[in-house]
């Protein structure tokens, strides 16, 4: 337990320093939230999936896969790992191209809009914090569980291990420490898994085990155990194919992920980090989620599913690689608690107090720094006293945002006529048309059917504000321009090699997919149909 | 099935991958 404790507490401080190193080169403003606009891809494929992958994906995920959902869970994680390709391209690119410091701040001069500016931080900073608190709620339960301190001390450091950088060092300290805890918990990821393979007894040997399992029929089966969410496969499949779609488009526009492309030193860097973040997310989750299935194989009886991962670390792996994996477990919640951190601090001071804005770039830093902290404060106060109310925004979770945000982001870029009436009706029917059918179900314990999934009913709503908008008051000609602009390249973006690096990755992404189809062909369908032929 | 959801798979980023090709030549021409 005491290597545990150590290993963790070294990470947590060497991700204290590391992150205030960083702070030390922040100038201004543009530095704080931004990055100074220079990063480069490593940076930013680091920082899209440390902020993407969290203590959701390794504990949350895992759960289900060891529950008996393997399936389900890796069909959702391909589909939404292609939301990079989509979203960079249809929308990431063009916000870094609006020159903005924000993704609130983007809609704002897309369409000259303050009440927009207004509602998509309102949008944003409910369902980031939603997010936040159910991932410090992860890590703190983590550190609870490997250091047996109590619930509220561990509370106070995991706030503490990425609150001190975040506010010091903004998104400069983000993005280095981002990337650290990515490359740490992709380390993790990998190196745990021929201990549980070799545990569980080689890897065809529990292939075969779990295709004829007993005690959790179906657990590898494309139907997935038909005791744990649907009693048919065919409703199984669907609720996959509809979360996957939901969470490629959280992926696609999403304040956590889109965010980290203004960050981008070019537009190219922006397409090509796409490529790699799509590539490293499907890598770290189908190691996860292979792992938590063969360590249903070696026991079948850990009764909080979620810490199957934690089990293995501690019982089946040699003490040096377990710290490594509880590290990385940590890293990811870690690394993503920051990103939400630094998110919510820069919509605070960056797009709602906005006036406080001067002419001084030390006195903006500093005002943006005490943002931060203010926001630090009540995140920790929050998550400390733990509030009911605080189970109902945490319920909302990450959904929320893509529901509001996705179709006007996506047509704000694509669409000429698209008017400023159009987007923030579209936004607002979004949110609420999700919130209120989620908060309905909750309150009624209704559940809806899959195809009436709060996301899609906002999604629908938003398409209808758009339609409403629009009618009611046309697009204006500031708001023509800006589409224009935006869709003229930059001189300093008109460079042949570096088009011809960008579109090479095409081919890469194709080896890519024929690789992963050939891995689970040859790994996974055929000696389980092998299996079951038997 | 098992054997042809491991297929699709695949064909999902070919697919992504031609989208993205095509995105990187469009782009070109802005």
New interface residues.
Partial sequence: MTAYIIGISIALVLFIIIGVIAGRSVRDTNDYYVAGRRAPIILIVGSLIASFLSTGAFLGDTGEVYAGFF?GIV?VG??QA?GY??GA??FG?YIRRAQVNTVPEYFAKRFSSKRLRILASVTLIFAVTAYMLSTMQGVSTLMTVITGLDYKWCVIIAWLSFTIFTVYSGSKGVLITDTIMFLIFLVAALTGIPYIVKAAGGWSEAINALAQSTTRPGII??TNNLDYMYPT?GQNLLWAIVYGIVWAIVVMVSPWQTSRYLMAKD?HTV?RS??WA?IGVVIVTTALYFSSVFIYKINPYITDSSTNLIWAAMNVMPMIIGVVLLTGILSAGVSSASTFLSLIGSTLTNDILVNKKTDSPKKNLRISRIGMGVVGVIVLVLAFFNPPQIFWIMYFGGTVIASAWGVVAITSVWSKKMSESGAFWGMLFGFIGCVIPKTYSALSGITLPIYLDPFFIGIVMSVIGILVGNKVKKVSITAIAEYEKL???PESEKDPQN?RI??R???I??I???????F??IA???P??KAISK | ???V???A??????I??????Y???R??K?
Avoid: C, P
């Avoid at chain 2, 992504?16 to 090709?21: R, S």
């Fill in positions: 399936m069909i391909i589909l292609s390709v989509y391209n249809l690119k089966a494309w496969g537009e397409q796409s490529i799509s869709h003229v390249r088009d960008t579109y990755l095409m081919y992404y194709i890519f997919g024929i690789l992963l189809g050939l689970f062909v996974y369908a055929l389980y149909m | 099935m098992e054997l959801l491991s297929i798979f695949g064909a999902w980023f070919i992504a991958a031609i989208f993205y090709g995105m990187v030549r782009g070109e802005e």
